[in-house]
């Protein structure tokens, strides 16, 4: 289906809008009529929820035809791999089709994403005995992808400040000195291309340094919070493994669970959440008063929408308390799937006037600002 065909976009929406407008658009043959009764087999739900019945027969994908696993094989082949990972998330997650995660067979042809890591972590209480070692594997796959593309930026962000007055032999990109660069090859200016030949690399040397601070990290489990728990879990262990670093974990809604003892492992962190729907941020920060033994060095993070389920009074006396401390105080807001920050605003903007520092910001910018507060 190319642009130059004039019925293109005509195929388009009938693909978009389903079998229903077969009657006005017409039909779809080849890999098209694929695509349709791949997409129906899915999306036909809607029609479902209305009681529209969608017809059976020879080809048909309807759900008394094809297993969830077919039609995941045949959707994989049909559909590009951005557009099969959306499909796939609407399944377990818009129309609940656990099946697909009944069958260790299934789980071999999921693609390990973040979507189907919240999916695993709301299935797996209710998974099988024979299951759960499958989806930790999965689970697991996914985490560490996050962590290699956290790790660095971590490493970074706290490998020293840049001595511009020490050179270094060891190349980094991080660590080029552009300025002393330039300066040492002006020699090999080049007229006729107006260009300066480099063979003389600069590069400056990190002063590495003590850190002994301590992060106590605050994180709210309700369900609108699921990418900021695996974030925060995997940035934990990350920094749970820098020397000096001390850190301490709490997930909480309604209720406080104390992960700090899982910490090096983030997937046991995960497996530790309940997803849940209340919130009592004030009695959580309460209970990580207890973690605060230095206050000068130490940083406290609290990872939330802010939107308080109890009476704020709780929470406002206990950031206080710990700002009269000279405890370094950060909350984060959650990010919508466009990156955007949803809060609580009346809340975060009183804890702003309490001595929080609160905005947002994605993982790597928060190892960026930690580093930069525990200088």
């Given at each position: 289906m190319?642009s130059?065909d004039p019925n293109?976009?005509k195929r388009?929406?009938?693909?978009?809008?389903?079998?229903?407008?077969?009657?006005?658009?017409g039909?779809?043959s080849?890999?098209?009529?694929?695509?349709?009764?791949a997409l129906d087999?899915?999306?036909?739900r809607e029609y479902?929820?209305?009681?529209l019945?969608?017809?059976s027969?020879p080809?048909s994908?309807d759900?008394?035809?094809?297993?969830a696993l077919d039609?995941?094989?045949?959707?994989?082949k049909?559909?590009?791999?951005s557009v099969f990972e959306?499909?796939?998330?609407?399944?377990l997650?818009?129309y609940g089709?656990?099946?697909?995660?009944?069958?260790?067979?299934?789980?071999?042809?999921?693609?390990?994403?973040q979507?189907?890591l919240?999916?695993?972590?709301s299935?797996?209480g209710r998974?099988s005995?024979d299951?759960k070692e499958?989806?930790?594997q999965?689970?697991?796959a996914?985490?560490?992808?996050?962590?290699?593309?956290?790790?660095t930026?971590?490493?970074?962000?706290?490998?020293?400040r840049?001595?511009p007055?020490?050179?270094s032999h060891?190349?980094?990109?991080?660590?080029f000195?552009?300025?002393g660069?330039?300066?040492?090859?002006?020699k090999?200016?080049d007229p006729?291309?107006?260009?300066?030949?480099a063979?003389?690399?600069r590069f400056?040397?990190?002063?590495?340094r003590?850190l002994p601070?301590?992060?106590?990290?605050?994180?709210?489990?309700?369900?609108?919070m699921?990418?900021?728990?695996?974030?925060?879990?995997?940035?934990?262990?990350?920094?749970?493994?820098?020397?000096g670093v001390?850190v301490?974990?709490?997930?909480?809604?309604?209720?406080i669970?104390d992960v700090?003892?899982?910490l090096?492992?983030?997937?046991?962190?995960?497996?530790?959440?309940?997803l849940g729907g209340?919130t009592?941020?004030?009695?959580?920060?309460?209970?990580?008063?207890?973690f605060?033994d230095?206050?000068?060095r130490?940083?406290?993070v609290l990872?939330s929408?802010?939107a308080?389920g109890a009476?704020?009074?709780r929470?406002?006396?206990?950031?206080a308390?710990m700002?009269?401390?000279?405890v370094?105080?950060?909350?984060?807001?959650?990010?919508?799937?466009?990156?955007d920050p949803?809060?609580?605003?009346?809340?975060?903007?009183?804890?702003?006037?309490?001595?929080m520092?609160?905005g947002?910001m994605?993982?790597d910018?928060?190892a960026i600002w930690l580093?930069e507060v525990?200088r």
């Amino acid at each position: 289906m190319t642009s130059s065909d004039p019925n293109h976009a005509k195929r388009r929406w009938r693909l978009a809008l389903g079998r229903y407008s077969e009657r006005q658009l017409g039909g779809l043959s080849g890999q098209e009529a694929r695509a349709d009764r791949a997409l129906d087999y899915l999306y036909g739900r809607e029609y479902d929820r209305r009681g529209l019945h969608r017809p059976s027969g020879p080809g048909s994908l309807d759900p008394t035809q094809m297993k969830a696993l077919d039609w995941l094989g045949e959707a994989r082949k049909l559909f590009p791999q951005s557009v099969f990972e959306v499909m796939q998330d609407h399944a377990l997650d818009r129309y609940g089709l656990t099946d697909l995660l009944s069958d260790p067979k299934t789980l071999d042809s999921l693609e390990p994403n973040q979507e189907l890591l919240k999916t695993l972590l709301s299935f797996h209480g209710r998974a099988s005995p024979d299951m759960k070692e499958k989806l930790r594997q999965v689970a697991d796959a996914v985490i560490q992808d996050v962590m290699r593309r956290l790790h660095t930026d971590v490493q970074r962000a706290f490998s020293g400040r840049r001595n511009p007055f020490k050179r270094s032999h060891m190349a980094s990109a991080a660590n080029f000195d552009w300025r002393g660069t330039l300066r040492r090859n002006l020699k090999n200016y080049d007229p006729e291309t107006g260009r300066i030949i480099a063979d003389d690399l600069r590069f400056v040397s990190r002063e590495r340094r003590r850190l002994p601070w301590s992060v106590i990290l605050c994180v709210d489990q309700s369900g609108s919070m699921t990418d900021s728990i695996i974030h925060s879990a995997v940035m934990a262990a990350i920094l749970s493994g820098l020397p000096g670093v001390k850190v301490s974990m709490v997930l909480f809604d309604t209720s406080i669970i104390d992960v700090t003892d899982k910490l090096t492992d983030p997937l046991e962190t995960l497996l530790s959440v309940q997803l849940g729907g209340g919130t009592n941020i004030g009695r959580a920060v309460e209970y990580c008063e207890r973690f605060v033994d230095t206050p000068e060095r130490t940083v406290f993070v609290l990872i939330s929408d802010f939107a308080e389920g109890a009476s704020p009074r709780r929470l406002y006396q206990s950031v206080a308390r710990m700002n009269e401390a000279k405890v370094r105080l950060i909350g984060l807001s959650a990010l919508d799937d466009l990156g955007d920050p949803y809060l609580d605003k009346q809340i975060a903007g009183r804890l702003a006037g309490l001595g929080m520092h609160v905005g947002a910001m994605t993982p790597d910018r928060l190892a960026i600002w930690l580093a930069e507060v525990m200088r």
